[in-house]
Nanobody
Framework: QVQLVESGGGLVQAGGSLRLSCVVSGRTLSSYGMGWFRQAPGKEREFVGG????????SYAGSVKGRFTISRDNAKNTVYLQMNGLRPEDTAVYYC???????????????????WGQGTQVTVSS
């Protein structure tokens, strides 16, 4: 059974930074392409960014490009989302997700990911 557990969310002022972590257990992280998604109240879950199995490829939503960075440490079975220059519109529950079928490419659709964490709340005050 694969489990994903996010941590690192919290309350931060606009312009601040947070680093989210996602620990994968049950299977080695290198078996999965990984993605970060977020969902704000009343809105659909949206792609934030993703990273390929090896870490050689990343992809970001236009709204976070240049501010957020995804990385992974396969030895620690952990994926990170470094968020800088946070804005109130970044407020959401952030989820990490794992895609076993993803090999080289980074996928941005929720249906591609088989496993999900429980989410961590990020709140950015103005």
């Amino acid at each position: 059974q694969v489990q994903l557990v996010e941590s690192g969310g919290g309350l931060v002022q606009a312009g601040g930074s947070l680093r989210l972590s996602c620990v994968v257990s049950g299977r080695t992280l290198s078996s999965y392409g990984m993605g970060w998604f977020r969902q704000a109240p009343g809105k659909e879950r949206e792609f934030v960014g993703g990273i390929s199995r090896s870490g050689g490829r990343t992809s970001y939503a236009g709204s976070v490009k240049g501010r957020f960075t995804i990385s992974r440490d396969n030895a620690k079975n952990t994926v990170y989302l470094q968020m800088n220059g946070l804005r109130p519109e970044d407020t959401a529950v952030y989820y990490c997700a794992a895609c076993q079928a993803c090999t080289l490419a980074v996928h941005s659709t929720t249906v591609t990911y088989e496993y999900w964490g429980q989410g961590t709340q990020v709140t950015v005050s103005s």
